[in-house]
């Protein structure tokens, strides 16, 4: 993601500080836009905790049934 978004991140950073008329620092907005390991790491963790599984997270926790976490997964995983 963070390879992949790189551009765009920069670009909405830019907008930022452009708006703020160079009040905010942009490098602020990286824990925002960017994706770090020990974030996901956590999430992960906290879902198996909660839920005991990702997969009861997304079909309990946030209603996702088999189709539409089948439209995720070709959307945004590569095979």
Avoid: C, H
Avoid at 3 to 29: F, H, W
Avoid at 57 to 75: C, H, M, N, P
């Amino acid at each position: 993601s963070n390879r992949y978004l790189g551009g765009k991140n920069r670009r909405i950073a830019e907008q930022v500080r452009l708006a703020s008329k160079g009040r905010t620092d942009p490098a602020l907005l990286q824990p925002l836009l960017g994706v770090e390991a020990r974030y996901l790491q956590a999430a992960f963790m906290a879902m198996r905790e909660d839920y005991g599984s990702v997969e009861n997270y997304l079909r309990e926790g946030l209603g996702v049934d088999a189709a539409f976490r089948s439209r995720l997964q070709s959307k945004f995983l590569e095979t």
